[in-house]
């Protein structure tokens, strides 16, 4: 069987005490903390780009979850782990090549997750239109927040005053933005 660190390689730079392992969401490790504290194995959880965080929420969620990829051969390796390491059954795993679908794929959506993770392509469109899916009380999660070209989406959230935690690990940021009303 093919090892996790195989299908989901880290750069040498990304150690386990600065960002998940290839069985942890590739954020940073604070990051990967704070979500172990704040999930509730039986929430609802969407996640925009998928690899080892869909196979560590395989692990932790009880009802079935959602992750949305672009790219097909990323998708047919997430799908390969998910197959050996735990249950397809339990993953809503969708392979949308079409970004205007996949950025509007929750656009409908209101107060229905208690969890989005933004990771994937077109993070600002993907922040846009699944803003309104979270919940009050809820979370947006957003890798490489400190992107400039990100900016844009975070503004957007930042009109409706969420509760902000920002994590750093001397090479990208993850926040988190708390849906409060």
């Known amino acids: 069987m093919q090892e996790l660190a195989e299908l989901f ?3 040498e730079k990304h ?3 600065l960002v998940g392992t290839s069985e942890e969401p590739w954020l940073t490790r604070d990051a990967v903390n704070i979500l172990k504290s704040i999930y ?7 996640e925009f780009g998928c690899g080892s965080s869909t196979l560590w929420w395989c692990k932790w969620m009880k009802p079935r979850f959602t992750s ?3 790219d097909e051969e990323w998708y047919n390796k997430t799908k390969e782990a998910l197959r050996l390491r735990c249950s397809l059954q339990k993953v809503n795993l969708l392979h949308i090549p079409d970004f205007d679908i996949y950025t509007t794929y929750l656009s409908n959506l209101i107060n229905e997750f208690d969890i989005v993770v933004v990771d994937g392509r077109k993070r600002v469109k993907c922040i846009k239109n699944s803003w309104g899916a979270v919940r009050v009380g809820g979370y947006l999660v957003l ?5 400039e070209y990100y900016q844009e ?4 959230m930042l009109a409706d005053n ?4 920002d994590t750093w690990n001397g090479l990208f940021r993850t926040s988190f933005y708390r849906k409060i009303k």
């Open 9 to 11: 390689p880290r750069s």
């Open 15 to 17: 150690t386990p005490d």
């Open 40 to 46: 509730s194995p039986f929430g609802r959880l969407l």
């Open 68 to 70: 949305i990829e672009h």
């Open 143 to 147: 890798d490489n927040s400190d992107r």
């Open 153 to 156: 989406g975070i503004d957007y």
């Open 162 to 165: 969420p509760g902000v935690i």
